[in-house]
C-alpha cells in the first residue's frame, strides 16, 4: 500500500505520518526532513536554502523524483508536500492535512523552539517560494481548494484535533476504504 500524507508547514505532516506508519506496519519517507538535511549539508539556513533552491530548479525535480522511486517501492507512506500530486496515479490512498496559519507556526514554534515572529517570516518566505516553484515547475497550485479535493481522498483541519485523532480518522477512512486488508 502506498499512502500520502501532503500539506503545507506545521499542519502535522510529520508527526501524524510516523505514527501512522508504525500502526499500518509500512515504511515512512520525508521530503521535508531530506530538504532540511540538504540546507544542513550546505550549512544554510531554511531561507537561505530556499533561496538557493529558487536558482536551482534541478534540486526540486530531484527531490520529486525521489518521492517517485520511493513509493515504487510499495508498502510506503510519503510524507510531503507534493506526494498527493506527483503520486495521484500510483498512491492507494492520499491525505491532505490543512490548518490555520497561526496554529501552524505556533506549532513549529513549539517543535523548533524559536520565536513567533521568526517562523512566521521563515515559513512566509519559504511557502511563497515553494508555492511559485511548484507552478512553474509542475503547474500545480497547492492551495486550490477545488483540485485537492478531487486529488485527495481524505482531507483533514487539524487545528482543534491532537495526533491521535487525526491519526484514528484516517485509519477509520483507510479500513472503510480498503476493509481489513491494509494490515
Known sequence: MIITISGLH??????VGKNLSKKLGIKYYSTGQAFRDLAQMK?????QFTDYVEAHPEIDIELDKKIIDVAKQGNMLIDSQ?????????????????????????RMVDRDKSSFEEKLNETTVREKSELERFKKLYKINLIDSKKNSQIFDL???????????????????IKEKFGQSFH
Open 82 to 106: 507534493l506526494s498527493g500530486h506527483l503520486l495521484k496515479d500510483i498512491a492507494d490512498f492520499k491525505i491532505l492535512l490543512i490548518c490555520p496559519i497561526k496554529a501552524r507556526i505556533k
Open 155 to 173: 482531507i483533514i483541519d487539524t487545528e482543534k484535533l491532537t495526533i491521535l485523532e487525526v491519526v484514528d480518522k484516517i485509519l477509520t477512512e
Open 43 to 47: 550549512n544554510m539556513t531554511l531561507e
Open 10 to 15: 506545521g499542519t502535522g505532516k510529520s508527526t
